[in-house]
Nanobody, 132 residues
Framework: QSRLVESGGGSVHPGGSLRLSCEASGFNMGANALAWFRQAPGKEREAISCISAPNSGFGASTKYSDSMEGRFTISRDDAKNAVFLQMNNLKIDDTAVYYC?????????????????????WGQGTQVTVSS
């Protein structure tokens, strides 16, 4: 059975950092575009970042939502079949459930990378709480 499992969430104070991990089992995501999303209570799922596959023709290029670029960094380790999200200078508004996603049909982050419908594999989510 193919699945993604996130880890690394938790509670931090404003200004703190967390590193989220997402590991795949049951399939190899080395040739897939991978992304991170988040969803706060009462809000729609929001795109954070996408990273293309190294063999995509664009290399492991990355895209970020404007509001998160500079504080969040996506990376991947295909040897470990994993994708990561480093989050720095966290703010209270960053509180949400964070999800990783994989596009099994695509290797690069296209123009619609920010749409959840572009991804067909999702993790169960990991809670991030930022509070003082």
């Amino acid at each position: 059975q193919s699945r993604l499992v996130e880890s690394g969430g938790g509670s931090v104070h404003p200004g703190g950092s967390l590193r989220l991990s997402c590991e795949a089992s049951g399939f190899n995501m080395g040739a897939n575009a991978l992304a991170w999303f988040r969803q706060a209570p009462g809000k729609e799922r929001e795109a954070i970042s996408c990273i293309s596959a190294p063999n995509s023709g664009f290399g492991a290029s990355t895209k970020y939502s404007d509001s998160m670029e500079g504080r969040f960094t996506i990376s991947r380790d295909d040897a470990k079949n994993a994708v990561f999200l480093q989050m720095n200078n966290l703010k209270i508004d960053d509180t949400a459930v964070y999800y990783c996603a994989a596009d099994s049909a695509g290797s690069w982050c296209g123009a619609k990378w920010f749409r959840p419908a572009e991804y067909d594999y999702w993790g169960q989510g990991t809670q991030v709480t930022v509070s003082s």
